[in-house]
Every structure is written in structure tokens, then in C-alpha cells.
């Protein structure tokens, strides 16, 4: 299938990538970084996704997989308008199998910088938003809400020993996601899945479901 992913430079979008090439796929992959993946099937397109005029004309997307974001950097122009603008313009036609957004677990516990939980948040209403109006073509769209994910945006918190330790005490499997492991859950919600459809997946370790609940032994 045609597919079209964003932020394919590191972290979770490069995984991703990786995966559907890895499985015979046609992948295109936006980023304001330079190409990082060498694959005869890979189209590279270097351009920022906040760049609504001067997007790629790709057409015939099969799945498109919203990727890009950021952290504490006009998150709310990065996270949630350029993703409403890449869908607008790639996901919303007959073509389209699956649509996904890669949203947060901050989305749904509010527990993280203000601008980042609200473009996150704006996500998840979206999500059902495109749900509804792309079921007339037959396809799903969902967002997928990872908690830690090892990648290169979090590696000041990683590589400070006290900060990981207090991390891993709020997440009750005692560690962080790998990003091939969230690139399966997307490769599984846009391929494997056809009937999923408007829901937000959290995928974080079980740390949404920490009450903190404190009792005398």
C-alpha cells in the first residue's frame, strides 16, 4: 500500500517507517530533518509539516500516519494544526484505508508541560472528528497514545539517573516503551485493524492507571 508518514527522520516515525518497508510497502516519509532511511521503496520529502503551502503533492494515500510532533515548541501549531492540515489534504479522499495519529498519554491525564496536553488533547477530539467522515470510504481513523517511548526527544530524563528513577516508580511495568514496539501497534491499527474506528489506544505501561494510593501497611 501507498503509505505516508511524518517525522520519519528518528524515534517512533523512523520505526514506523522501517516496519511497513520492511513488509513490502510503498512509504513517504516528510520531515524537516534530512533522509535516514536508505530503502529503494522510501521517498524522502524534506519540508516542515507547519508549512501548510508548500506541502508535497502526493496523491492516492492509503494510509497516513501523523507522526511529526514536538515537545514545549509551539506545540500547538506542530501537534495538532499540522496534522489537521496533512489530513485535510492527504486523508480525506476515496483512496484512504486508515488514518493515524500518533496523540500522547498526556492527552488523557493532563500530566505534562500546559501547550503539549492541549495539542494532544485537540487530537483526540479530532480523531473522532475524521472517524465519522471517513467511514464513507470504508476506513478507519484512531489515535495511538504511547506513554515513554525511548527515543532521542526524551533522553534528558533517560540519561539522568535520579529523574528515571522517580519515572519508573509512576509506571507500574517498571520501564518505557521501545519505538518498534509502538511502530507494531501502528503498523496493527492502520493494516491488521478494519473495524476499530474514533478510538484513542493507550499504550503507556500502565502509568495512566497509577492512583497513587497510599495506606498504612
Known amino acids: 500500500m501507498k503509505v505516508l508518514i511524518t517525522g520519519t527522520s528518528q524515534g517512533i516515525g523512523k520505526a514506523i517507517a522501517e516496519l511497513f518497508l520492511r513488509e513490502g510497502h510503498t512509504v513517504f516519509g516528510i520531515d524537516r530533518q534530512p533522509q535516514g532511511i536508505d530503502h529503494a521503496a522510501y521517498t524522502h520529502v524534506q519540508c516542515d509539516v507547519r508549512d501548510k503551502e508548500n506541502l508535497p503533492a ?13 515537545q514545549n515548541e509551539e506545540d500547538i501549531d506542530v501537534n495538532l494544526k499540522a496534522l489537521l ?5 492527504y486523508g480525506i479522499q476515496p ?17 505534562e508541560f500546559p501547550e503539549y496536553c492541549a495539542s494532544k488533547g485537540g487530537v483526540l477530539a479530532y480523531t473522532k472528528n475524521v472517524a465519522m ?4 470510504y470504508g476506513a478507519t481513523c484512531n489515535s495511538l497514545d504511547p506513554g515513554g517511548v525511548l527515543t532521542p526527544l526524551n533522553e534528558c530524563v533517560m540519561n539522568d539517573p535520579g529523574l528515571w528513577a522517580r519515572i519508573m516508580d509512576q509506571t507500574p511495568l517498571r520501564r ?9 501497534w501502528a503498523y496493527f491499527l492502520t493494516v491488521t485493524n478494519s473495524f476499530c474506528t474514533g478510538q484513542s489506544i493507550l499504550v503507556d505501561g500502565g502509568e495512566s492507571i497509577n ?5 498504612k501497611d
Open 58 to 70: 502526493i496523491d492516492g494515500v492509503e494510509i497516513l500516519i501523523n507522526n511529526a510532533g514536538t
Open 85 to 89: 492540515w496533512m489530513t485535510e489534504k
Open 95 to 111: 483512496k484512504i484505508k486508515a488514518i493515524l495519529h500518533i496523540g500522547s498519554a498526556s492527552a488523557h491525564t493532563g500530566a
Open 133 to 136: 467522515r471517513v467511514a464513507s
Open 176 to 184: 518505557w516503551a521501545t519505538p518498534e514496539e509502538i511502530a507494531q
Open 211 to 215: 492512583h497513587h494510593f497510599i495506606w
